[in-house]
């Protein structure tokens, strides 16, 4: 599967949940593979951490479709 570059201030769903939006916060390059921490859109104080080969893959995350 090829990989889809991602960069800081991103953002992602996860899959089947759109409306809880995600931002790529930082990177973490000190594990293997490279974690994610990524904070939720509406609420800086939740964060998850993820790896960026599950945040790649659309089983998981998709980007949102943006407003038309």
């Given at each position: 599967?090829?990989?889809?570059?991602?960069?800081?201030?991103q953002r992602f769903?996860?899959?089947?949940s759109?409306?809880?939006?995600?931002?790529v916060d930082?990177?973490?390059?000190n594990?293997?593979p490279?974690h994610?921490?990524?904070i939720?859109?509406?609420?800086?104080m939740?964060?998850?951490?993820?790896?960026?080969?599950?945040?790649?893959?659309p089983r998981?995350?998709?980007?949102?479709?943006?407003?038309?």
């Open positions: 599967m090829a990989r889809v570059p991602i960069e800081i201030g769903h996860k899959t089947g759109p409306l809880v939006v995600w931002t930082s990177f973490n390059k594990t293997e490279v994610v921490r990524l939720r859109v509406g609420d800086p939740t964060s998850i951490t993820v790896s960026i080969d599950v945040l790649s893959d998981y995350f998709q980007r949102p479709v943006p407003d038309l």
